[in-house]
Structure formats: structure tokens, C-alpha cells
């Protein structure tokens, strides 16, 4: 039985990271890895991966609504990766709500080398007017992407922004 199947990120190109993803490998910090189950609190759980073709993908009614309100209230921007304090403030905010594989800061997890892997990481962050209120990190290969992280300001939860990070 394999329990983690871990491998180093060095040197990874796009399409072999989309290869490892539709087989269940998620990008950590310097490796990529792969677990049939997870230890959380002295339980064990089965791990599910969730995929689905984006091109097929058509939202429900809630969704375009959620979408459409929140275009229309919030900017967001794509870009590269970066840490700051606000960001990593937000991380803060977050860390008692991760049960395994907790890093000290943000900057552990997405500035770690990645050692001349291929992989596009991009930033999607979301702004009520100046004030960052959530930030979504996102890995893409050649024709796949992986969802890192979100983080968000608990005053905005009944936004949704996770879920509307991932439907932009």
C-alpha cells in the first residue's frame, strides 16, 4: 500500500505536471506528491480528488449570480505570486483552519525554490476598493490547473471569494 509518493519539482515541465496532476499529485513547496490517505487528529481519511474539464464546465444560476455581483462590487487582478505583509496577515488568519501541512508563513509555501520547474503560478487577487480582501494561488501546466490556496478576510466570507476566485 503507498501511503505518499513524493517527487521533486526540479526540472518539471508543463505538460508533464498536467500528466501528474490528472493522476493525483499535488505541488507542496519544493516537491510534487501524491497520497492515498491523510492522518488528521489520530483519524484517518481517504483523500478525494476533485477534477473536471473547465470547457465543459457551465455554471448554475448561483454561481453567475455570485459571479456577476462580485464582479461588479470588487476588482480583481491576475498576476504573479508575491508576499507581503498583508498577505501573509491573511495567511494568519487562516492557519488554524489547515489541519496538515502547515507552514509558518506564506512565504514558505510559495516562495520555496522551485528549482527551474515549468510551472506557471499566478495570483488572482481580490480588492474592495484599495484594501486587499482575498487572494487565490493557482499553479498552471499546459493545459491543466491546480488550485494552491485561497485565503480571504473573514468580514467578506458571505462573498464567497474563494468561489469566486475559482469561477474567474
Known amino acids: ?15 508533464d505536471y498536467d500528466a501528474l496532476l490528472s493522476m493525483g499529485w499535488f505541488r507542496g513547496t519544493g516537491i510534487i ?3 492515498e490517505v491523510v492522518c488528521i487528529d489520530e ?3 481517504g483523500i478525494r480528488n476533485i477534477r473536471f474539464p473547465v470547457h465543459a464546465f457551465s455554471m448554475r444560476r448561483s454561481h453567475a449570480k455570485l459571479f456577476r455581483k462580485n464582479m461588479n462590487r ?3 487582478r491576475v498576476g504573479t505570486p508575491r508576499v507581503d505583509a498583508r498577505r501573509e496577515e491573511l495567511y494568519r488568519g487562516h ?3 489547515f489541519k496538515a501541512f502547515v507552514h509558518e508563513t506564506l512565504e514558505d509555501i510559495l516562495l520555496s ?10 495570483e488572482l487577487s481580490v480588492y ?12 498552471a501546466g499546459e493545459s491543466s490547473m491546480a488550485s494552491i490556496l485561497c485565503l480571504y478576510d473573514p468580514a467578506y466570507a458571505r462573498y464567497s471569494l474563494g ?3 475559482m469561477l474567474f
Open 1 to 15: 500500500m503507498m501511503l505518499v509518493q513524493t517527487a521533486p519539482i526540479q526540472g518539471l515541465r508543463r505538460a
Open 33 to 35: 506528491y501524491r497520497s
Open 43 to 45: 483519524q484517518v481519511y
Open 74 to 76: 470588487f476588482t480583481l
Open 95 to 97: 492557519m488554524h483552519r
Open 113 to 122: 525554490p522551485r528549482m527551474g520547474a515549468e510551472i506557471d503560478a499566478m
Open 128 to 139: 474592495d476598493g484599495e484594501k486587499l480582501v482575498a487572494v487565490s494561488y493557482i499553479d
Open 163 to 165: 468561489t469566486f476566485t
